[in-house]
């Protein structure tokens, strides 16, 4: 038998969280954001779940051009655009629409012939601080840009830096939208804007400026950038975690429990050891108190996370065996109360899924 951890993803929910994100903003062309193996997910089922999607958008040059093998014929994005002037051809080849963020980028495409035109979508700064030309640079990396034979359309492409939050009080959307227009109105092309933030807050922002694209990652996987729950926003879980019990211990009154004793039992109480660690992508820093489910009961983490087990209290759990099935997150357990207790993100903890947890397809509402 393998180890009883697995996880599940549900690809009904991705169809069902695209069809979500297409209705938040009916006006604009989707990317599924596909970046970093799918947010955890796989690649390839990303290109499943997300078939409905208009384009595939990732960061890895490597998992492009891995899609276009695998089958995926529609446009590909890639969010960082090309690190190298080798990897030009490989835009034209593939037909891979690549970001330009910097002079570096335009260079490369300038030295090297392109034998077939390619798309890219030109990147503002307008106060990320990370990628992208500033306001009062951007019309002149345009032209620049523009003049390079090979070079078919020109997207305009920002990044939001708080869309969780409209009102950020250091850099709300507004201010970003109002840089972007000023460095942008008046280029002809189309727009690129709103990750999942801003794509759940697009009623509002429509009215400032309409998207021809959004580029939407972690609402797609069931989790939200913040602000109000997935649940509320009719998200469903993609990935379920689910392991067993594997142990049971009953600890007196002054029994600690794992590594560093952190955690002190005051009462005669049962715990259950669940097969799952820090190896397998929980995070070791989730405290004591970060909620997990034993046969369909809610109960609390334990003492530390070590690599492969870990611990909780059965108290609440009144048949708990070995062998109870155990939620890490996912199905009945937001991923995002999970990460929120461990003072992370869900995009964090699905991301990191280790490589060796087995990883099944099945729908949500069933055990996988
Ligand atoms: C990752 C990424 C997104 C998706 O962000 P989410 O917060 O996961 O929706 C959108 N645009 C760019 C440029 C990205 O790098």
Known sequence: MPRPLCAT???????????????????SRLWAVVKANAYGHGLERGMRGFAQADGLALVETDNA????????IKPILLLEGIFDASDVPLLAEHNINSAVHCIEQIKMLEY???????????????????????????????????????IRHITHMTHFAN??????????????????RLGADGLPGERSLSNSGGVLHQQQLAAELVSDWVRPG??????????RSA????????????????????????????????????????????????????????????????????????????????????????????????????????????????????????CALAQRVRVTEGRMGTDG
């Not at 051009?65 to 089958?71: I, Y």
């Not at 035109?117 to 345009?142: C, Q, S």
């Not at 869309?163 to 970003?176: F, K, M, N, T, V």
């Not at 972690?218 to 602000?227: F, H, K, N, Q, S």
């Open 231 to 350: 649940q509320d926003y009719g998200l469903r879980p993609t990935m379920t975690l689910r392991s067993e019990i594997i142990g049971i211990q009953r600890l007196q009154p002054g029994d600690t429990v794992g590594y560093g004793s952190r955690f002190e039992a005051e009462r005669s109480m049962m715990i259950g050891v669940v097969a799952c660690g820090y190896a397998d992508g929980y995070p070791r820093h989730a405290p004591h108190g970060t909620p997990v489910i034993v046969d369909g009961v809610r109960t609390t983490l334990v003492g530390r996370v070590s690599m492969d087990m870990m611990t909780v209290d059965l108290t609440p759990v009144a048949n708990a065996r070995v062998g109870s099935k155990v939620t890490l997150w996912g199905d009945g357990l937001p991923v995002d109360e999970v990460a929120q207790a461990a003072g992370t993100i869900g995009y964090e903890l699905m």
């Open 112 to 150: 090297t012939q392109l034998y077939r035109p390619i798309d890219v979508h030109l990147k503002m700064n307008t106060g990320m601080n990370r990628l992208g030309f500033r306001p009062e640079d951007y019309a002149a990396a345009y032209k620049r840009l523009r003049a390079i034979p090979g």
């Open 218 to 227: 972690i609402m797609l996987y069931g989790g939200t950038p913040g602000g």
């Open 9 to 27: 993803i549900h690809l009904d929910s991705m169809q069902h969280n695209l069809g979500r994100a297409r209705s938040c903003a009916p006006l």
């Open 65 to 72: 051009v891995r899609l276009r093998e695998s089958g995926w």
């Open 163 to 180: 869309a969780d939050e409209l009102e950020h009080p250091r850099l709300a959307i507004g201010e970003q939208i109002r840089r972007f």
